[in-house]
């Protein structure tokens, strides 16, 4: 009530405008909540409530010019991806429920996050690291894990110059680099998120120790509902809602959080950003970075086991040198990869090398990876793994020898050893350590695998270097089934000399000082490539095995030789093995050598210093070829080495494409092969039962033995050793199945062999207890052996004959009755064109009747019932069959009692 005397007020009154309320004491109810929530995330400055909804937005502006460098109580925020986004967390309230309608509220969002919040610390991405440097204290923020004693000073190792790779003047001359104040600020980068959406009724829950990243809201509210259709680009308009509080195990339930409300420091300019309370407590060993500063500080100080990298990230920004070597302060597993497998992300480490040093081990994943250090990304680690990882750089992986560790390739890999590169994500060229004289992988000793696993895809290429070396110590490399790997050295003429690895100056794929053993499983392939390209000054070499070597090839083993070796330096033969060598191709594998452009090369293509043994089982592969003019020598054996195969399906090596007559097919060595035939033009021999063959040092046969079942072919393939240009065996034939024995009660020994391939028929033989006494004779076929030049004969008796295909047999061994005991040992071998399958049986197991073929039987019955034969039979046929099937159903379940009664017995 005004007086009408009181003309200043009426007419105040009277005045046509909006009134507006400026309201900055919190007090009990919703309005208090929720600008308390005003004042925590904007720094306190005034929130004006508008009483009239249609009228226009008024705003509390704040100097954007104002400096944020105020301490931070809760959050620490990265500003290299402009400040966006806010995460806000509620605290714990009465058990009590407040319901009280708040006015509208329209708040300023245009100022700067940065230069307001007092509980937000920004840090400079664009601070260079110089060679010594001190990084500032930070608090202690209220919501972030942090390590009580943070390093606030650390010296950078760098070097300019390329130092050798000796263990002291590693660790003397270098120093960890200390890029992060605080152990665990990369968690704060890791859970802040841009443009988050939020749909009504997620709801969020928090523990008591909240996030890194979250700023802490008023202590009086649970729950908060806001309205998103209010919202505009510059303001976060908060409407009438219900304000309810309901504790329970302190978690927070937001039904709706939307802002739009952020400030892009860098151009001052206004975005929208959606804010949301933690969407989800994240897994407290893993962290994301976005910056090289904080990925490194995550590497050497942090404890998060897994890297999520979230940005490409430039090292360099933090030191350009060849070398800076940086200490894992807390050691252990760590994965460092993508954050999105959909999006590799690119780190130019430059020269930083990690140092582990101990058997944890390190995962690379979804990663493009330039390096300049020849220690390696992560140095003597006990484990590696690269998982769709593309390389590019000095040196992969180094390791000392008391370490061992294991390397595993997954996925699709590039690895690639260069002089230089040009960076990625600057343009800039980077000299590497050794100028490209560098292996993919160096084992100094210890025990270690190389395992590249299955179905992955794998190429490893050198500039001037061995690709994967092994100093000493024993090393196994797997390929695992499925697995494609390529292996491309080159060889300038300086390669990295040291640990008396012994390569000289010709660069290997393979090369080892170690006991060595490689494995190449079924349905794998390992390629090796040794061409001589420009700029190249010697064809680099496959395979040096210096110390014992086995070579278990179950896939396939691809070796592509071009150019003419450098046999005069340090047995630059394409593949050298020195000491025991065990050469093995499995069932189903294959080894092949293709040398070309040879030129006049005179030296070996696999040369074996020591007792070595080659190994082909049947339905193996083994194949060498080179072209030339020189007096080359395909395989170069040592003085009891041997080459031994039965029935591969071909072992050929073909000296047709060499023009000089001083070539060599072997040399000091034998081989002996059983189950094979010749090739001649293309038209295969008569099966051979072996052949024999011994050669001295200069290549010559000087003994052999050929056995077949034709005068005539033991005979045209003793005078075929005499060639020079080729030897082109395959296998004899198809291999034969034996199966179904059984013998009878009256002493009848019945089988079924089966076989494909020639026409020739099928013979079966029988010993009992070691000899063939009395057993019937169907028939006999002949065996010719030539014995360098002396061709004998030698007939064979065989108890039962069956056509090409095969089929049953029968062969009564009544005549030996009393020598079949229980425990006789019966021996059975079906042979056709050489090839044999045999069975040894007890007379006991071949008296007991097949319970495995009578229950298929039995289970058969129904669908045999079914059929035609059966219900058109008669009908004593149709009871035969049932009592067949109801006395096999009988005697199945008295074997099965047995077996239980038995097991039941003490």
């Known amino acids: 009530m005004v007086s009408k005397k009181n003309i200043k007020m009426i007419e105040e009154k009277s005045r046509d405008e909006k009134q507006r309320f400026s309201i900055r004491k919190l007090s009990v109810g919703a309005a208090s909540v929720l600008i308390g929530l005003a004042f925590t995330v904007y720094g306190g400055q005034t929130v004006q409530a508008d009483t009239t909804e249609a009228s226009q937005v008024t705003t509390a502006q704040e100097n954007n010019e104002e400096t944020g460098n105020e301490k931070s109580e809760n959050t620490v925020l990265d500003n290299s991806n402009d400040i966006e986004n806010s995460a806000t967390t509620a605290s714990k309230t009465p058990s009590s429920s407040v319901e009280e309608k708040a006015p509208s509220i329209t708040i300023d969002a245009s100022s700067s ?182 990925f490194i500080n995550a590497i050497q100080n942090g ?40 999006e590799k992300r690119t780190i130019d480490f430059s020269g930083y090398s990690f140092d582990m040093d101990t058997q944890n081990s390190v995962t690379f994943k979804d990663l493009n990876i330039y390096a300049r250090s020849y220690w390696g990304l992560v140095y003597n680690a006990g484990g590696y793994t690269f998982d769709n990882v593309n390389f590019t750089g000095s040196q992969l992986i180094y390791t000392k020898p008391w370490i061992n560790s294991t390397l595993t390739f997954k996925n699709n890999i590039t690895a690639n050893s260069v002089s230089s590169y040009v960076g990625p994500l600057d343009g800039k060229t980077r000299d590497t350590q050794q100028n490209g004289g560098q292996q993919i992988l160096q084992f100094e000793g210890g025990t270690n695998q190389i395992i590249f696993d299955e179905n992955s895809n794998v190429t490893l290429t050198t500039e001037d270097a061995n690709a994967l070396e092994i100093d000493g110590g024993t090393a ?5 089934d499925g697995a494609n790997v390529a292996i491309n050295p080159h060889s300038k003429g300086n390669p990295e000399h040291r640990n008396g690895i012994g390569t000289g100056d010709v660069a290997r794929a393979i090369a080892a000082n170690a006991k060595m053993t490689i494995n190449i499983d079924p349905n794998s392939t390992l390629t090796i490539n040794t061409e001589k390209v420009d700029g190249d000054k010697d064809v680099a070499g496959a395979l040096y095995l210096n110390s014992e070597a086995a070579l278990n090839v179950n896939g396939k083993l691809v070796i592509n030789s071009n150019g003419t070796p450098s046999a005069n330096k340090s047995n630059g033969v394409p593949v050298y093995i020195n000491g025991s060598a065990k050469i093995n191709v499995g069932n189903g594998g294959s080894f092949s050598l293709d040398a070309t452009n040879l030129g006049n090369y005179s030296s070996s293509l696999i040369s074996i210093n020591g007792k070595g043994t080659v190994k082909l ?75 024999d063959v011994t050669y001295d040092r200069n290549g010559n046969a000087t003994s052999y033995i050929i056995t077949a079942q034709d005068e005539n072919t033991v005979k045209q393939v003793g005078e075929g050793l005499a060639n020079k240009n080729l030897i082109d065996l395959v296998k004899a034939g198809e291999d034969v199945t034996l199966s179904n024995l059984h013998l009878s009660k009256n002493n009848v020994l019945t089988g079924t062999v089966a076989s494909s391939g020639s026409n020739n028929p099928i013979y079966v033989t029988v010993t009992v207890g070691g000899v063939s006494t009395n057993v019937p004779v169907a028939g006999n076929y002949t065996v010719y052996t030539n014995t360098k030049g002396t061709v004998t004969s030698n007939n ?83 009871k035969a069959y049932t009592d067949a099937i109801s006395t096999g159903k009988l005697f199945l379940l008295i074997q099965i009692i047995t077996i239980k009664l038995t097991l039941m017995m003490p």
């Open 796 to 878: 064979i008796a065989y108890a039962a004959q069956t056509a090409s295909t095969g089929g049953n047999f029968s062969i009564d061994l009544s005549k030996l009755a009393s020598k079949l005991t229980d425990d006789t040992q019966v021996k059975v071998t079906a042979t056709k064109d050489f090839v044999e399958a045999t069975q040894i049986e007890s007379v006991a197991a071949l008296r007991a009747l097949n319970t495995t073929t009578l229950q298929e039987l039995v289970d058969a019955a129904p669908a045999e019932e079914a059929k035609p034969s059966y219900y058109n039979a008669t009908a004593e046929a149709q």
């Open 113 to 294: 996050l940065k230069n307001k919040n007092d509980n937000i610390e920004v840090k400079d991405d664009n601070a260079k690291v110089n060679k010594t440097m001190q990084s500032s204290s930070v608090d202690k923020a209220n919501n972030v894990t942090s390590n009580e004693k943070t390093e606030s000073q650390q010296a950078v190792n760098t070097k300019e110059d390329n130092p050798t790779k000796s263990e002291d003047t590693k660790k003397v001359n270098s120093t960890a680099i200390n890029v992060g104040s605080n152990e665990n600020t990369e968690v704060a980068s890791a859970q802040q998120t841009n443009n988050f959406e939020v749909d009504k009724g997620t709801t969020f829950a928090t523990n008591e120790k909240t996030e890194a990243n979250s700023t802490n809201v008023s202590e009086n509210v649970d729950s908060i509902e806001v309205p998103s259709n209010k919202l505009t680009t510059d303001t976060l308009n908060i409407s009438k809602k219900t304000v309810s509080a309901n504790v329970t195990n302190a978690v927070y339930t937001m039904k709706t959080v939307t802002s739009n409300a952020a400030n892009d420091v860098n151009k001052n300019k206004l975005r929208s950003t959606t804010m949301i309370l933690a969407a989800e407590v994240e897994d407290p060993n893993a962290v994301t970075v976005s910056d090289a500063k904080g």
């Open 476 to 480: 196994t490399i797997d390929v695992k």
């Open 617 to 691: 089982d049947p339905h193996s592969s083994f194949k060498i070829s080179g072209d030339g003019t020189g007096n080359v020598t395909a395989i170069n054996l040592s003085s009891g080495s041997t080459f031994t195969s039965d029935q591969p399906d071909s072992f050929t090596i073909d000296l047709s494409a060499n023009t000089s007559t001083g070539k060599s097919l072997i040399k000091n060595g034998a081989i002996n092969f059983t189950r094979v035939k010749t090739v001649t033009d293309g038209s295969e021999s008569q099966p051979l039962g072996k052949i």
């Open 303 to 342: 404890t998060a086991t897994t890297i999520n990298v979230a940005k490409d990230l430039n090292l360099a920004e933090q030191t350009d040198k060849e070398y800076t070597e940086i200490t894992i302060k807390n050691k252990r597993n760590i994965v460092i990869q993508s954050d999105n497998p959909e």
